[in-house]
């Protein structure tokens, strides 16, 4: 089986373009949990899907938005880009309807804010 | 704000030598569940260990252990025969209630030295 997978895996942008993120989760796993990962603030939430509906989010500013497909496939975007949103960020996904069993990461993606 | 609080940035520790990772977390909750993830460099997290909060006995899978305290709130996880394929970061991680994603600590990196 296929695992987590994110594209792209490295970006570089500027200072107020727009990126968008993909994730494709393991197959039959309809949860996609989207974190952002930076040296100094270690692994921070930033929204979940199950079945297309975002049941959680974060605290992040509007900039940051997310969405999910019917295949369950998830796209993380983010707006407007500030030098602080230069970070990892990893994509999860699990077959449970709640958050007590394992999540499987993909291995990221980096993006480089200049 | 439920947190989980991961003592050591950094530590290291000798080929086959036993090393032992803080965690300390805040729930008022009397079942739930913890977890330490590995973060290998430049790949993916990987679930080392899973406890749960109302069983009494520490989860062991192999060469990795959990000391869990639930009074004092500690979940510390002890690498046996330490191997260079350790060196990662470590996290500790746990669901507050209410259905909730992970939150996780800010991480302990851990360096096998040969």
């Known amino acids: 089986k296929a695992g987590v997978t994110q594209t792209p895996r490295y970006l570089i942008k500027t200072r107020g373009q727009q990126v968008t993120l993909s994730c494709s989760p393991i197959?039959?796993?309809?949860?996609v949990s989207w974190y952002q990962q930076t040296p100094g603030q270690g692994l921070q939430f930033l929204f979940e899907y199950f079945s297309e509906t975002q049941r959680n989010k974060g605290n992040f500013p509007g900039r940051f938005s997310g969405r999910q497909f019917s295949n369950s496939r998830s796209e993380m975007n983010v707006s407007t880009l500030e030098l602080g949103d230069s970070a990892l960020y990893l994509c999860?996904?699990?077959?449970?309807?709640?958050?007590?069993?394992?999540?499987?990461f993909g291995e990221g993606s980096r993006l480089t804010v200049l | 704000a439920q947190t989980v609080t991961q003592s050591q940035p950094e530590m290291s520790v000798q080929e086959a030598e036993t090393v032992t990772l803080s965690c300390t977390y805040d729930?008022?909750?009397?079942?739930?569940?913890l977890f330490w993830y590995k973060q290998p460099p430049s790949r993916q997290m990987i679930l080392v260990i899973r406890q749960e909060a109302y069983k009494q006995q520490n989860a062991t899978e192999n060469r990795f252990s959990v000391n869990f305290q639930k009074a004092a709130k500690s979940f510390s996880l002890k690498i046996s025969d330490s191997q260079l394929g350790d060196t990662a970061m470590y996290f500790c991680?746990?669901?507050?209630?209410?259905?909730?994603?992970?939150?996780f600590g800010k991480g302990t990196r851990l360096s096998v030295i040969a």
């Open positions: 197959s039959g796993h309809r949860s």
């Open positions: 991680a746990y669901p507050p209630p209410g259905n909730t994603p992970l939150v």
């Open positions: 729930t008022s909750e009397s079942n739930y569940y």
């Open positions: 999860a996904s699990s077959p449970r309807t709640d958050y007590t069993g394992e999540l499987f």
